[in-house]
């Protein structure tokens, strides 16, 4: 009998082991959940061809995790209806302190940006430049109010609104990338000069087949304090403080990644 101890030893080292090998594949996998727009070029689409598309997977990657979307329209109670809803854990650009999400540290810093050809030679960089008042100028609308983007006010202050064109940010979802059209006008000519959001700016213009000239909007800070530039960051619940101090040292980690996907991306930086 003492011949058989070996054999029976062996099973019952090997039996434990594979059950607890098939344990660890019935353990289902790590979701990153994200709450993106499906039609936002540069930032995200359905295709995952945006930079906060790539930025996920740089993240998820370095938590051994895979990415789960839900998809949604930016717009009005877009952080209502995903993230505050548990639809997902994360939403991939926003403002630090924006109302409702805790919010990591920032992983860039952009800026408005005026948009002209560069056939036209305009060379503007300040709202304060009086060739404003005698061209026509696309800016981003919000809603239809005329008066809710940094641009707009801006431009209102200086009493500069009768040659003022709208573009919506959030414009007709049956065509792709909606917001777009601002940058498409300036390249056909529709209007002179652009004043838009940098990313947005910087991607489609370096796809554009008509050179553009990008020159950061100048002052940052116009008086008595509209910003043109604003960090951005990665939003979560405001009860998940361990999953943004994780996201936090995964920014710290792989930031040089973070950083050649902007630039591949061409979004225009402001150092901090």
Known sequence: MSSLFPGLRL?????PALTLAACRAEKPARELRVCSDPNNLPFSNQ??????????????????????????AERRGFLRNTLNAGLCDVVMGMPPGTGGVLTTAPYYRSTYVFVSRRDRKLSIASLDDPILRR?????????????NTPP??????????????????????????????????????DVDVAVAWGPLAGYFAKRSKVPLVLTPVLPAVDPPGLRFTFDISLAVRKDEQALQQELDRVLVKRRAGIDSILTEYGVPRIPS
């Open 11 to 15: 099973l019952l080292l090997v039996v």
């Open 47 to 72: 295709r995952q061809e945006g930079f906060e598309n790539r930025l996920a997977q740089l993240i998820a990657g370095e938590l051994h995790a895979t990415v789960h979307y839900t998809w949604w």
């Open 135 to 147: 061209l026509k100028i696309g800016v981003q609308l919000v809603g239809d109010d005329y008066a």
């Open 152 to 189: 707009v006010h801006a431009l209102s202050r200086r009493g500069i609104t009768k040659n003022i064109v709208g573009f919506r940010v959030v414009g007709d979802y049956s065509e792709a990338n909606p917001p777009a059209r601002i940058i498409d006008a300036v390249a056909a000519d």
